[in-house]
């Protein structure tokens, strides 16, 4: 048994879903939630998917392998969302948007998807790749976009987190909510902060990467874009400077009419990476974090924006037209993928929106 358990924490994630149809001892070893640890940390070669939200769909995501040819079959499959609650109260139509079963995906991390309902207020966390999920029923909270919020994982706890930030005058108000204990820390964090801004929709969402959750704000006293970071050990906040095209100082006050423009924060290649207009009429670049500095990569065209970086070297990202392109590291397109729905409805997901999450496969027990 110790022997077959070395051999099946060497296979490909998908590979071990398949072993556990084939005889109940395999099935034994692998259900075991210490073998999903293992796996997750010693899987060579890992394999990693793009989830997109329809805007036009209550029930589906699509999952796409980021790794496969983009005009293969294998890479795009569709998906049955979790189910949820019934609503608290079927008449209450606030934020209404005429999808109410239409969950928000606040945040990927260890091979899990958190989506919030706002309907009713219920919190899923979901594994795509073993179809496992958790309901946590009417959250006490609800989630509106005046909150940066984040999921992610503290390693010395062994919990996974949702983090809300509200930013104010001077002041950070954080809350956390463990999912291995089911409850809001009643004690809220309140961190004195220089007066930063949230920026739109699509950076409310916090990016989970080496043990803490960043985003882009605006910061009111500078004048600039900052990176703000939450390490989710330390529960401390911290501030990571950009490089010199995005730290000039900005006097409009209206920050939709912004130049320099961040357009996306991602992790690519294992770095922080952002997507950027430094000034009028010039090409969006890509500035990658190494090593505490930043060098610019490259330039891409203005309505791509950058999601990963794929076997074959390429950048994969999602255009204005809501179709997935690959460029090579020249920014000359390589190939393209139309979104669309196994029924034939479109698979919208605009640049402003964001809808989307990258994770990792695996085989991880829910908290």
């Avoid at 294998?74 to 948007?97: G, M, R």
């Avoid at 509106?144 to 994982?153: K, V």
Wanted: glycine content about 4%.
């Amino acid at each position: 048994m110790e022997l077959m358990r070395e051999i099946l924490l060497r296979l490909p994630v998908r590979s071990v879903s398949r072993c556990k149809c084939v005889c109940k001892s395999w099935n034994f070893i692998i259900s075991n939630p210490q073998f999903g640890n293992s796996h997750y940390d010693l899987d060579a070669t890992p394999s990693h998917r793009l989830i997109l939200r329809s805007n036009y769909s209550s029930h589906g995501v699509l999952s796409i392998d980021t790794n496969a040819p983009l005009d293969t079959c294998s890479a795009a499959k569709h998906l049955i969302l979790p189910l949820h609650s019934s609503p608290c109260n079927p008449y209450d139509n606030e934020d209404y948007d005429g999808f109410p079963r239409r969950p928000e995906i606040l945040g990927s991390c260890r091979g899990f998807i958190l989506l919030y309902y706002k309907m009713n207020r219920d919190l899923i966390i979901w594994n795509p790749l073993t179809r496992d999920r958790k309901l946590f029923l009417n959250s006490e909270f609800m989630l509106t976009f005046r909150f940066l919020y984040g999921f992610g994982y503290d390693t010395s706890t062994d919990d996974y987190l949702l983090i809300l930030i509200r930013l104010s005058l001077e002041t950070a108000e954080i809350q956390v909510f463990s999912f291995k204990t089911n409850r809001w820390n009643r004690d809220k964090i309140e961190i004195n902060v220089p007066y930063y801004s949230n920026l739109d929709r699509k950076f409310s969402m916090g990016l989970f990467f080496n043990d803490a959750l960043y985003w882009v704000v605006f910061s009111m006293y500078q004048r600039v874009f900052v990176i703000i970071a939450f390490d989710l050990v330390k529960r401390s906040l911290s501030e990571i400077p950009l490089f010199d095209n995005l730290t000039m100082k900005n006097t409009s006050d209206d920050l939709t009419m912004k130049i320099p423009e961040v357009l996306s924060l991602r992790v690519i290649g294992g770095c922080l990476c952002v997507c950027c207009l430094v000034q009028y009429w010039a090409m969006p670049e890509i500035w990658v974090m190494k090593e505490s500095s930043w060098t610019k990569w490259f330039v891409i065209p203005y309505d791509f924006s950058p999601i990963c970086i794929t076997k074959d070297g390429g950048i994969l990202g999602l255009n204005i037209r809501e179709r997935l392109e690959k460029y090579n590291n020249k920014g000359e397109l390589f190939e393209h993928f139309t979104i669309v729905a196994a029924e034939g409805e479109e698979y919208y997901c605009s640049l402003r929106d964001q809808q989307s999450a990258m994770y990792r496969e695996s085989q991880l027990s829910l908290p």
